[in-house]
């Protein structure tokens, strides 16, 4: 029997009830003759009870004794699950990560999948049971439980459909498949029928929130078909894939956008070898991710240095770069926290041109005024203010008519 693997998250498994319905939904697959490995997260809200317990407790709880604590959350799903099951009289069996033989290395919090033993999971397959399994956790070859940081459910489906050779990874969640753009912003969105990893690698970096990276980027490094469907309605979702010759292609997939950015610029340095990364190499050793820069040179052997972070780690990227100006003798620093990111990706832009051209014109008629630009293959990027966001979305999903299906050439 072919043999698909099905993740649901927390607000699928969020009560008795939606942990039956999900019974339900396992027991339809096995009457169409398929074999079912079930991967679920918490119940909603129970990993955050799970931390605000921890911190009453200690102020810095330790990594390991939250792994420890923050698995035992999916141990309560994958039980209700395996009795919703065998109540409706379908052979179930629930195991946690460590009991399948999820090996993982010692990152507490955030550990790596290493290994996947699917012996015992294979025999229970074999034996006509439903497999539930616990997401988000492993173990280290010492025996230690580990957590596999956010998106960590996702992961480990991803993982044991390639381990287990599924045909697909099914992701349940809340919403029936990936959209054009986020449908609260722009109405008109409409659901993908397929994407491929690439589009949905850069979607999800650029701030949509559908999947996780890392979990596409597991499946697209073993080739695993990931689908995107509601627990709550029925549909085919949206198929994530690699791309396919005779596929109808469209020039943009999608549009993305992320209000989580600042921007900040030195004004003024030294225009010499190196310039970039002592402007970088403090923001750096602080931990502090940079996403987009840009680089303008002036006719007087100086240059400006602008680059955007996180919203929530601008005051101290602020703080540190002052300290950088001082140091090498720059003009000024300037910061904005009130600017978005707003991009199309799209394979279509590998094979035709004026993509930037028209979203820029795109911008330039609702009086939109460009402040960054980063592009990718598949992707343009631009930076805005904050209060354009919402118009800069329609505007771009109407300018490459992305409420229409694409026509396959």
Partial sequence: MALYVHKYGGTSVGSTERIKNVAERVIRARQRGEDVVVVVSAMSGETNKLVAYAHEVQERPSPREMDVLLSTGEQVTIALLAM?????????????????GIVSDDAHTKARIEKIDTDRIQADLDAGRVVVVA?????????????????????????????????????YTDVDGVYTTDPRVEPRARRLDRITFEEMLEMASLGSKVLQIRSVEFAGKYNVPLRVLSSFAEGGGTLISYEENGVEKALISGIAFNRDEAKLTILGVPDRPGIAHKILG???????????????????????????????????????????????GGRQVTGDDKIVKVSIV??????????????????????INIRMISTSEIKISV??????????????????????APVAE
Avoid at 84 to 100: F, H, M
């Fill in 84 to 100: 919703a099951l065998e109540q409706k009289g379908c052979p179930a069996i629930s195991y946690t990560g460590w009991q399948v």
């Fill in 135 to 171: 997401g988000f956790q492993g173990v280290t070859a010492e025996g230690d439980i580990t957590t596999l940081g956010r998106g960590g459910s996702d992961t480990t489906a991803v993982a044991l459909a390639a381990a287990l050779k599924a045909e697909e990874c099914l992701i």
């Fill in 282 to 328: 403090p923001v750096a050793d602080a931990n502090i991710e940079v996403d987009m820069i840009v680089q303008n040179m002036a006719d007087d052997q100086t240059t400006d240095f602008t680059f955007t972070v996180h919203r929530n780690e601008y005051p101290k990227a602020l703080e540190i770069l002052r300290s950088t100006c001082e140091e090498l």
């Fill in 346 to 367: 799209g394979v279509g832009m590998r094979s035709h041109a004026g993509i930037a051209s028209k979203m820029f014109e795109a911008l330039a008629r609702e009086g």
């Fill in 383 to 404: 930076v805005v203010d904050e209060k354009y966001l919402e118009l800069a979305v329609r505007a771009l999903h109407d300018a490459f008519g992305l409420d229409k």
